[in-house]
C-alpha cells in the first residue's frame, strides 16, 4: 500500500508543477527531512521504523517516513511556490487554514490516494505534510507537524 501510494504522491506532485523540470533560481533548497525531528514525528503519529527516505524529483524535494505500525505513513515534501496556485485549482474541498505560514490549505481527504494533505507558503517554499486519511485525527497531526515544519524554514 505504501509504495503505491508513494508513486500516487509522485505523480500528483509532478502533476501540480506541470512546466520547466529543471529547477530555476529561486526554487527552494530545504531539506524536508530537517522540518520535523524524529522526537515530534513519534510524539505526533507513532513510532518510525527506519530513517526517512529522501529524494529530488524534478523541482520537488521528497521526504517521506515509514512506521512500525504500516497503516501510518507521512511525507513532508518541499515544493516551488507556484504549487499553491495549481492546488488550489486542481484539488478539490480546500479548507483555508489560518495563522500558519503566509497561506495554508488544507485538503482533508484527496481521494486520488486517500490522504490529508496540508500545503503551507513561506517565503519561496511550499512545504506539503500528509498522512493517510484513515489516520485517526489526520487534519491535526498535519497541522501540528506543518507548524513545526513552518517554524524551521528559512
Not at 60 to 80: G, H, I, K, Q
Request: hydrophobic fraction near 45%; aromatic fraction near 6%.
Amino acid at each position: 500500500m505504501i509504495a503505491r501510494t508513494l508513486f500516487m504522491s509522485i505523480a500528483v506532485a509532478c502533476s501540480l508543477l506541470v512546466g520547466r523540470a529543471e529547477a530555476l533560481t529561486g526554487d527552494p533548497t530545504i531539506d524536508p527531512c530537517s522540518l520535523v525531528t524524529k522526537a515530534e514525528i513519534e510524539q505526533t503519529i507513532g513510532r518510525l521504523k527506519a530513517a526517512p527516505r529522501s529524494g529530488k524529483n524534478d523541482r520537488v524535494l521528497t521526504c517521506d517516513y515509514e512506521f512500525v505500525d504500516d497503516s501510518n505513513a507521512l511525507s513532508v515534501w518541499v515544493y516551488p511556490t507556484a504549487v499553491m496556485e495549481r492546488a488550489r485549482k486542481s484539488l478539490k474541498d480546500i479548507v483555508p487554514v489560518k495563522g500558519l505560514g503566509e497561506e495554508a490549505l488544507l485538503v482533508r481527504h484527496d481521494p486520488t490516494f486517500d490522504f490529508t494533505r496540508l500545503f503551507v507558503k513561506r517565503g519561496n517554499a511550499v512545504v506539503e505534510v500528509s498522512v493517510p486519511v484513515a489516520m485517526p485525527g489526520a487534519a491535526a497531526k498535519v497541522e501540528a507537524l506543518a507548524r513545526k515544519a513552518v517554524g524551521r524554514m528559512k
